[in-house]
């Protein structure tokens, strides 16, 4: 196998790490735009503390299953039409259609059910909040959900698309789960990294931008969320614009870091082990190599968190104030 | 091996991961909403989600290396340390956004001093929070938790793949379940927010543990009579 194809596997790869930074970025973006997070237990609480609001609530479970759900739908039905031979450039995106079509559905009858829900806390659903957000939920979903399958599809034929040939059946470095199944893992993933890094922004900065910058929100002002925005009354419209400046990307920065780290220390595992570019065979070697470099870049994470939270104690230095 | 020999295996082999599931979830510092308030440590999400999320990170990995590779330790070592990017690379983010997006100090809400650092917390604590962001103490603990938790999945994943004879998908989809429920017994234990062996929770191990190892005991044998109707083959 020429050395041209280990090139073709380092390419997809930075495809799959550009691929995966748009979703986590999206999906943060649409847990924004929804409210589908756990910043919104306080949207929740707002309504029982007497804070009639504008916000979208659709939190009907973690992040992490509902984009497994999503991505799993969509990969499920892009993985049907493969199968039935239709070009991946039109299975992707009408499997992630149809992934949105199911959350869109959910996303309104989580709201309607929450909303009614504080019906005893005189909250109204307001029509326009409803109607309003589902596009961009959609929207924001279906990028999120296209480029998970898409990964799942570049990574389900990784040999394939970088020009090996199949060997007693199977291609080498064709990954050995089925398109699905990897919809399903990075769904998990990209949900889970959502609702970890993502989440920060909006909970603690913008939802109670009325409060003091650079401190954590106290227990006392919980339920007691910034209800007016620049102009008029805040929706989850005017937040999403204000968390893609900063917490949407530096979101889909983490996933996109985690995916260039795994992929590419797996990778040189392989070349140095010299496992690339036959790519045929067993090699404890390259498994090993892949370890150690895994571990080198885990114990680099941990000293840059340790000189991070340094140069931040000194910078902002002890709580001052009441 | 003979059929008796391959259901001892299968079943050590997923009390093992089970456990290690159980003990990897007590390290990670879950948050959970308040953490996404800054109102408590940690990581500002469920517990079962970030674990899994790790978790399966590492079996992505460990999937790969198990087509190459057929020693049982090496693609369980290539799990845990994707798990263990997959957190650290998580927690580090999640810092810079509270120190830049929030103007907040990671620092910790159980302990005055940091066991490892000794820097001391109590006075950058927020009164009336439970802490903010993710200190030293925590992230190593949270490193630990996810090698521990990734090496037990990707462990499950080999024994059922290899001595259970499953397909790689239902070997994963196996090995995520057996996970969950072991991960499910864990949150219950640790009821919410947990930072890691420091937290006053991390007592509660023991219970957690012994539990995982019946669950883990009762999925074994299940997957091993599965492997011998030879119904998912």
Redesign the interface.
Known sequence: MPIEAVAMLFAWMLVIVFLALIACMFEDLESDTGSQ???N??VQLAAQVGQVHRFFNKAIS????AYAMYCTTAGVIAYVLLLKEIHPILAIPIGAAVGEVFHVIFATTAHIGRTAGSKRFEQPLYLDVLYGHLLPIATHGFMAVLCIVSIAYIQSNLGTLSGYLPVDGVTPLD????LP??AF?WG??V???G???????????R??QDRP??????????GKITRYADCGIRTQKDIVGFCAK??GP??G??FG??IL??NW??LVG?MLGR?LPA?T????I???L??VI??V??IA??F???A???W??KR?G??VG? | MDPITILLVVVVCVIVGGVFASLGVHLLPVGGAPAAMGTATGIATGTIMLMLGAAVTGLFTASTVATFSKNILLVALSGAVGSWIMMGVTMLMANIIYAFGAGVVPVSGRVEVDPITKEPQTPYKTPQCDGHGVPNVSYISGMVGAFIGGFGGAFMYFALLNYAKFEPTMAAIAAIGIFVANAILAAYNIGGTIEGFHDPKFKRLPKALFSCFFVSLFCGVFVGMVAFIGGLI
């Open positions: 997070s756990n910043p237990s306080q973690g992040e992490a299953p990954h050995p789960f089925a199944m990897l893992i998990i993933t949900g889970a990294i609702s970890s890094t993502g989440d920060i922004h909006y909970g603690t900065e939802e109670f910058f650079g401190e954590g929100k106290r227990v006392v002002y919980h900063y917490g530096c979101t920065m983490t870091t985690i780290f795994e220390r797996t392989m496992f790519a065979g067993f090699s404890d390259a498994a090993m892949g370890i895994g571990l870049i885990g994470l941990i840059g968190n340790v991070f939270v340094k931040a104690r902002y002890p709580f009441e």
